[in-house]
């Protein structure tokens, strides 16, 4: 069964602290993974890395995926209390091989950060 | 529109009840995805519209979920006979391309409540 699996669940830091939470996955025909930002209720979207050892930036935040080990990290840099959300991991299947869509996202249970001032 | 819109944005129902949660997507946007979140778990994929047509239901839990697209734009997600497992965010998402997530914007969510 496909799965996505991240670490740690909760995390609190101090602002100006350097995070680094953590993603693996388990997913038949793999295509790409994506992060997520999610303030209340609706995700944000961060990155999407396909490609191994390719560094993502954007700002504080960085990505980078491991396709031999399977799993992803996200750093930030600097945090600020404006950080505080839940980040979720998701991996995107292949387009099957029939020809059909695929358009699902497998998600991770999310990592809480808390950024105290 | 500019975003995603979802309506309602919370919903308490009676146990055994029909509710309709809707979904407009962002104009333009072939490709339109529902996922139900449950506290203190990621989304979890419910189906997936190409158009009119649902291309993937694979993640309907089972048959009192039905979700409908009959335009290609506004998308209603039905459910029946209420149970209070059913109880979680309902999240839309909409985007150009069919398979790339990347470009899929996600709506502020619907909270359903099943007491």
């Known amino acids: 069964e496909d799965k996505v699996v991240q ?5 609190v830091v101090h602002e100006g602290d350097t995070v680094t939470l953590n993603c693996s996955y388990e997913v038949t025909n ?33 990505s980078i ?53 | 529109g500019a975003g995603v819109s979802q309506t309602p944005s919370n919903k308490v129902t009676e146990k055994g009840k029909y509710v309709e949660l809707r979904c407009d997507p962002i104009s333009g946007h072939t490709a339109l995805y529902w996922y139900r979140q449950s506290l203190g778990q990621g989304p979890e994929f419910l189906i997936y519209f190409q158009g009119t047509g649902a291309a993937d239901d694979s993640g309907l839990p089972n048959d009192r979920f039905f979700a409908v697209r009959p335009e290609g734009s506004v998308s209603t997600l039905k459910i029946q006979r209420t149970e209070r497992g059913d109880s979680a965010v309902y999240l839309c998402a909409s985007s150009f391309a069919p398979v790339t997530n990347t470009e899929a914007f996600f709506g502020q969510g619907t909270r359903l409540t099943v007491v």
């Open chain 1, 7 to 11: 670490s740690p669940l909760s995390l």
């Open chain 1, 30 to 62: 793999f295509r790409s993974l994506l992060w997520y930002k999610q303030e209340k209720k609706a995700p944000t979207f961060l990155f999407m890395l396909t490609s191994s050892g390719i560094e993502k930036k954007s700002g504080r935040l960085s």
């Open chain 1, 65 to 117: 995926l491991d396709k031999k080990e399977l799993f992803s990290i996200l750093n930030i840099t600097a945090t600020q209390t404006g950080d505080s959300a839940i980040y979720l991991c998701a991996a995107a299947p292949r387009r099957s091989n029939y020809g059909g869509s695929q358009g699902n996202l497998i998600f991770g249970k999310g990592t809480k950060l808390s950024v105290k001032p």
